[in-house]
Structure formats: C-alpha cells, structure tokens
C-alpha cells in the first residue's frame, strides 16, 4: 500500500545507487505540484551523520541536537539486540542545483554520472525515522552449526549489518553460546583493519563475527586465513562479494537471491540458499574420499597379496600355485564387482565428528600402508599355505583332507620337487576330482606338476574368498564390522554373491574348469578354504581397534600439552 501510495504521489527521475561506503541509497522524486525531493534510506548511523533535522510526529521539522541523536540511538539498539535488521529513513527538499533536475539532459545530470558525488548530495537530511526488520534464520542453521563445530569447521560471520544485530542473531543461530563473552569475538570491518596482530584473532577456536564489513574486510580475512594453511569456503549473493568469492578456496555463491557476477566468480552455486546444504555436502564430501580410499586400500591390499604369494611361492621352492589365466580372472573379474560396490558405502556413523583433514594430508599415510602391507602378507601366507597343506597334511585343524585319496609328502620333498627324478622307490598314488582321476604310475613326479592341480585350486579359492572378506573390512577405514554390519551396503553383498557365483561357475561347469586349470572341491576343502581366508576379517579387525585407539590417543596427547603450557 505505501508503495502505491508513492507511486501516485511521486515520479522517481534519478537512482543514487546503494554502496558499502556510505551504506545508503536515494532516489529524487518530482511531486505532482512540480517540486523535487530527495529520499533516502540506509544504515540509521549513517544517516544520522548525513542528517541536520529531525521530523516530529505531528510533522514538524526541528534542529537534530545531541538529545534527539541519542534518543534515536538508543531505539536503534534496544531494536538491533532483538536481532532485527534496521533501516533508517531520511528526505531532503532544499535540493540546489538538483531542484529543477528533470532527466539526463539537465545540467546537474552529470553529477550522477559519478558514484563518488552521492553521499555529498545526501547531506543536510531530515531524519524521519527507522524500522526493524525481522529476517528469521531457518530452523535448521542452528543444528548445521553445531555439526559444523562437531565437524572440526568454523563458522565466522561476515556482514554489513549493524554490530548490535550481527551478535544477536550469532547468538541464536547457535555462533555463539547464550552466556559467552563476545568482546574478543566480534569486531566491525574497521576494528579488525586497526589490528596489529589479526591472525593471533583469526585462530581463535569457536565462533568470530564480522559486522559493518566493506568488500576490502573480506577480501582481508580471506587472504589471512589462506596464508594461515586453512581451507577457506566463502559464502556471499552480492557483487561486493565476488572479490572475496574468487579470492577464497571455495566460493559458494546464492543461487535464488545471488547477482550473476557472485555466481560467476564462484565455484559452486547453492540452488536453495540454505547453510544446511553447505554442511551436508561437506559430509557428502568426506564420504567420496572415503569410498575412494576404500576402493583403493581393497585394491592395494588384494594386489600385494597376489605378488606377495608369488614371491613366496620362489622363495619356498615349491610349484607355482597359480597360473596366468588364473590371476586374470581373479583381477578382472572377481575383484571387480566388490570395488565397484565400495563406491556405495555409506557414510560412516562418526563421519562429521572428525577433524578435517589438511589439504596437503597423503592419500596413504604410514599407518595405512603397514596395515596394506599386513593383510597383503596374510593374503600370500594363506594362499600358498594352503597348497602347501593339501600336499603335507593328511587333516588341519579337524578336517580331513584324505577324502580324495592323494599321497602326502614332506615339506622337504615339495620344497626340492624338481629333484624327485632322483629320489628312490618314490611313488604318488592316484586321486580323484569330481569325475576325474588323476594317476601317475608312467611319471610319479607328475604329482608336483599336473597333479597340482588339486592344491592349484585351493589356492585360487582363498584368494577369491579372501579378498571377498577384504572387501568387508573396507567398508570403513578405522569403524569395526560391529558396528558397521556388511549390510550397511547391500551393494557390496550383491557384488560378493556374483563374484562367488562366477568363481562357482569356472568351478563346476567342466569345460569352464579345463580351461583354467581347476577341479571341483568337496565341502571339507571349502572349510579348509574358509578356515584359512577368515582371519583376514579378524586381522583388520585387531588394526582397526588400534588405528581408532591411537585416534583417541592424539586429541587427549595434544590437550594435556595445552593445559601443560
């Protein structure tokens, strides 16, 4: 209604564009009876500088003396500490060379030409009064701000409000702490300029408010906290913003309210406006990293498994446990579905209550890599420990292995195989495979080459179920199975049954079988074949317990130096 009102009884003629260095905007306006009159509204403080009179209530017109000045102040901050945004209103009709201003062609139109000339027009004002705007913070920024603190991230508060508003509205949004003493936390643009020391203020913990700030203040902060070794992520809707947006590591422009050179300067564009979203993807952020480093300790891990079983397949002596085509298959094929799936698991339950880490953090740190290289021992230890039992152990640990009537040999004779040709009276008695029966009364010493086959078999079996389980202990990087249950990613079990499927598959169907050098398995070799793959769940399991307890142990180290100093 008011604005109707105006546009009937005024025709706007000129634009004084709003700026942050005098925090005002006018417009002169041509009345229906012919005179012009400038209007002006912007910062209460401001104005009141810019303003030599004061309009009453019934109207009237009075000198502003420092009683009326003050009495403006103080309705100022009593609205300001309820934290609502304040506007202050002013007019002016004695206008000079502006009097008579009726377009771009009038002789004074050049004075609007320059931005610079605005604020020595907005002087001699009549203050007319101020409003309290109420712009309620969503429900939700409370909450994003306290995961934000849980998350290691700080949140500092840059605007141009007035000081008093910008500490109420930190104080409910949840920036600051109902009780907290504030005066070494917030500051206006100017007060921080005026600092000696900045960055002793910029690393202080918890919240930081900068109120009445100017685009050259953000600029500042921003250039301070990146020379610091911080990751910056800036947030702004304004063309005053966009120097700071650019300046900063992660500029995130408003995508409702946003002008188009805050988006162009940006890295990102938030489509809803809400700080919750930030904080979301900041926990959507840290998930990526770590499926991608789920992906690639499961890989690494299984890949120093299949060198370290060749290794120590030449190191023993024995026959080679697994041929070409059969590391193939289990590269390519078996180990694909499971990292695939990885890229699916959830966030873990702890995910935004750990500390960031530092951009220049590795990817593998020392720790990680002992436990790749522990799990990729165990891998090679199990898979040539298995061909080493079916050929010397008749039963391991309660299960029979003599079902298929092979002959057993010392660990010597398997070790020295190539010197069988000279050992005495040695024979290898015939055994059986599904429908096939091995024998080897031409050439005993077949029994260490093409009666492997068998024991080949195993082994390919524990690798394929042991980096089955090792995909299980990727889920999470330090989270126990205990509390993370596989089922958290119904992905990866989908991807373990198709690799066991097609491992049952080459398995079972004998031509399949032929072509990869394998025989079928009886239920007792299949417990053999998990008895020996599921330690590797228990291992990681150990190496998680104490990757989380030397977590534990670092924060508590680093408290106790503080209160130390």
Not at 121 to 150: K, S
Not at 157 to 186: Q, R, Y
Not at 245 to 269: F, H, N, Y
Not at 351 to 380: A, C, E, H, N, Q
Request: glycine residues 8%.
């Amino acid at each position: 209604g008011c604005c109707r009102w105006w546009s009937n009884a005024a025709k706007r003629i000129a634009t004084l564009e709003f700026d942050r260095m005098r925090k005002s905007m006018g417009i002169i306006v041509t009345s229906k009876s012919g005179g012009n009159t400038l209007l002006v509204k912007g910062a209460v403080e401001t104005l009141l500088e810019r303003s030599s009179h004061i309009q009453l209530q019934d109207g009237s017109v009075v000198p502003l003396d420092e009683k009326s000045r003050k009495a403006v102040l103080a309705s100022l901050h009593e609205l300001s500490t309820k934290a609502l945004r304040c506007l202050g209103f002013a007019y002016k009709e004695d206008l000079g060379e502006f009097a008579t201003y009726d377009g771009e062609y009038h002789p004074a139109h050049k004075l609007l030409l320059d931005p610079a000339n605005y604020a020595a027009i907005e002087t001699d004002l009549i203050f007319v009064g101020l409003a309290g705007l109420r712009d309620p913070p969503r429900e939700e920024v409370f909450d994003a701000i306290e995961d934000c603190r849980a998350a290691g991230i700080r949140v500092m508060v840059i605007t141009g409000d007035n000081k008093e508003t910008a500490e109420a509205i930190c104080h409910e949004i949840g920036v600051f702490s109902p009780d907290e003493d504030i005066s070494l936390k917030s500051f206006t643009g100017r007060e921080f300029m005026a600092l000696e020391d900045k960055k002793t203020l910029l690393r202080r913990k918890g919240g930081l408010l900068f109120s009445r700030a100017e685009p050259r203040h953000k600029q500042e902060i921003v250039r301070l906290l990146k020379e610091d070794g911080e990751v910056v992520a800036m947030t702004g809707d304004g063309v005053n913003d966009a120097p700071a947006l650019k300046l900063a590591d992660i500029g995130i422009a408003m995508g409702i309210t946003g002008t188009e050179v805050a988006k162009e300067a940006s890295d990102m564009v938030l489509a809803d406006d809400n700080f919750s979203t930030i904080v979301a993807a900041v926990g959507e952020g840290r998930s990526i990293y770590n499926n991608m480093k789920a992906f690639i300790r499961y890989m690494i891990s299984s890949n120093i498994g299949e060198v370290a079983s060749i290794f120590l397949t030449s190191a023993l002596g024995i026959p080679e446990g697994l041929i070409p085509v059969q590391l193939l298959w289990v590269n390519l094929v078996t180990d694909g579905p499971p990292a695939t799936a990885l890229g699916f698991n959830p966030p873990d339950k702890d995910i935004m209550k750990k500390p960031p880490r530092r951009s220049d953090d590795s990817l593998i740190t020392p720790w990680i890599l002992f436990r790749y290289l522990v799990i990729g021992l165990y891998v090679g230890v199990a898979t040539v420990g298995i061909f080493v039992i079916w050929y010397t152990h008749g039963s391991f640990m309660g299960i029979d292995l003599t079902g298929d009537g092979h002959s057993l040999v010392s660990y010597s004779q398997l070790s020295n195989w190539g010197q069988c040709s000279s050992w005495d009276n040695f024979t290898a008695a015939p055994f059986t495979a599904g429908a096939r029966t091995f024998t080897f009364d031409d050439n005993p010493c077949d029994y260490f080459q093409a009666g492997k086959v068998k024991a080949t078999t195993l082994s390919l079996s524990v690798l394929v179920a042991i980096e089955m389980f090792n995909s299980l202990n990727a889920l999470s990087e330090d989270t126990s199975l205990l509390r993370m249950p596989p089922w958290v990613n119904p992905w990866l079990l989908l991807a373990m049954s198709v690799s066991f499927g097609l491992h049952f598959l080459i398995l079972y169907v004998p031509f399949l079988a032929q072509v990869f050098g394998i025989v079928p398995l009886s239920l007792n070799e299949w417990l053999l074949v998990l008895l020996v793959a599921l330690p590797v769940v228990l291992i990681d399991e150990v190496l998680k317990f104490v990757g989380r307890c030397t977590t534990a142990a670092g924060p508590k180290r680093r408290l106790k130096k503080q209160k130390g100093e």
